[in-house]
């Protein structure tokens, strides 16, 4: 099985990103789990802005499509700025909208039977907000999201340090990190044995 | 298996609930998929407030809760206020609050291998952000949440008629209640089949 | 100037509320300014479910809704369950839904003029998001929402202690709050001395 | 008085866009008010990720920042895309984040006395959900939101056409729009003449 981690830091490589920072304790617990996991820096590529699944020229995301496609566990990797996911997130989220009307050769839409998890980081206050929108975005788009499949770490109140700068709660969010990559892996498992059913659709 | 309907209308019996009418969609299908349905009307009980499973006496809590652990999937039905989920919703919520420290018998969290979903009304928009909150908490409290596994009603833009009083959009809201339907019923009977793993705990 | 606090804790008197505690250091800086401040623990009282200003006897808001019509600031205080703000503010929010279509003598909505801020206090995330849904619906509503016009505690990540338990953060969370006060006290005063305008209405 | 939209549409110039369509109506209503408007379209600048206010050679953004400084009103006008604002308006917020430490040559934040509004169009549902995520960010940045600043469109429930495409419901989103215009024109004029006051900083 493969896990993608699309990981929208606002930092290029070589930048050290603590949203990936903390998907490698994710990335680890896959392994155990014969997980196989890539992470994907997406402001290193040039993404364009739109709704398509290919809006041409240079446009890097078909390739990050195709991994998607080819995945089991899509987690959406983002750090928190105003209380909202990154615009790299929103970017790519939107780039997944075309996933809404297209099918596999089965009929059922193309993100069926896959499953999602969303890892947060900040130096503030907003990770509940921002895995229940990236959730219902991924949920709308076709993608199950297992329970307790999210982890976060800032700390709180105010602004204040980041994840790879401080050893603060990382026993916490370490560990909720671990169980949502057991939960992301059995559920796609449970998925890839029994998948979801032919959908009903417009006449 | 056993489908569960929290319906948070603010309505009590016998007034006629718009959010009931679109669970009646799901309902339907969910019988053709062998799934028994229970509607029950939260307005209707006296449901304490508070984050205990027990809020003492005259709490018509338990008894809900006891149908919750007995169901295999919750959904979670309720009219849009300001563009939030209801009062009696979030009532429903708290409560549930509990279960992120009940575990079963084998020591995972006690609503572990259920699965949810989300059922939305109003006179006007809102129903995404409901669909994202409701479906969060889900997530933390232990439920899993399978892709196209909730639907809506309402018209825009601004102010307009209820679900009951207009048959607009109704095709569009139906279709994708059934698809939920099948989907919730499809998650559920994976996660019977192949529930999720042991968490880690604190130690 | 009068400010109104609705405490949406879930705990009845005379148990301590975090939210009111934080909503202290508000009181005692509008106290510096001029303003008298009332806070009114709503689950002390009998308020109805329902969307209308009066749901009949035995209903306490109508006593609540006059104090917000007299008030010149209102501060909706809530704790954070499940990230969301309380089945108790949800509720007083439902409640003056119905002053969507109630008037001033001039014709204009009734709470134009008044301004409103947001206290929230939790053991966990979700600050920014109730910020958000709380003070988009008092816009809704007909009040005006001045910059930095909200405080919150929690410490994260992961559930913590409360507000009273624990003296972190609090030098942050209360000069927030008490700039808050400033700024609800200052934008008050300028919408009183120069009203927002009448309104374009439905023909 | 100026009034500056930042318009998030996805669609470089010369594409029609359904959201500065709804702006326009805005902007007619504030030529009756003295208030000169200006429409950025975002996606045709080269906006560098970051939350600095300078992200160096090439970087579109300071010039946008210096319109934004001059204006008294701002309006964020975005489309709906899975329920969320657009990347490009997640983007120009993060740029703005930067002002969270700008001050005025008298101390006070950078974004003080200013107003904010929001236009929202969409082919789903989403509109509430934007006004308070968006709401909420310029609130921290420093932004006054008064009562009724906003307006939005689509037809629910489900997708539908766009704002261009269809006169329906246009009457309401365009009334709302012209109050909007009127309460936006109000507060900032109330706000020039009586500011926000200095605020209690970090020792």
């Known amino acids: ?14 930048a050290k990103s603590n949203t990936e920072a903390l998907c ?3 990335v680890e617990r896959f392994e155990a789990e014969s997980v196989e996991s890539e992470i994907v820096r997406l ?3 040039d993404i364009k802005p739109g709704v398509k699944s290919d809006q041409g020229e240079g446009d890097a995301w078909p390739k990050v499509r195709e991994k998607i496609i080819a995945a089991d566990i899509l987690v959406m990797a983002t750090p928190t700025w105003l209380g909202q996911h990154s615009s790299v997130c929103q970017r790519a989220l939107e780039r997944m909208d075309a996933m809404l009307s297209e099918t596999k050769p089965d009929g059922r839409p193309i993100a069926f039977d896959k499953v999602a998890g969303v890892v947060v980081t900040g130096n503030e206050d907003g990770a509940h907000h921002i895995v229940a929108c990236v959730s219902q975005a991924l949920i709308d788009i076709g993608f199950t999201v297992p329970a307790h499949s ?9 602004p204040g340090p980041d994840y790879t700068e401080c050893d ?12 949502a990559a057991r939960n992301l892996a059995a559920a796609a498992r449970a998925l890839k044995a029994m998948p979801l059913p032919e959908q009903e659709g417009r006449e």
Chains 1, 2, 3, 4 share one sequence.
């Not at 099985?1 to 070589?14: E, N």
């Not at 709660?169 to 370490?174: A, L, R, V």
């Open 1 to 14: 099985m493969k896990a993608l981690f699309l990981s929208c830091t606002l930092k290029p490589s070589p």
């Open 24 to 26: 490698g304790v994710l």
């Open 43 to 45: 402001i290193d590529l």
């Open 150 to 158: 999210w982890t976060y770490w800032h700390l709180g109140p105010g």
């Open 168 to 179: 603060k709660g990382h026993e916490w969010s370490d560990r909720v990190a671990r169980n």
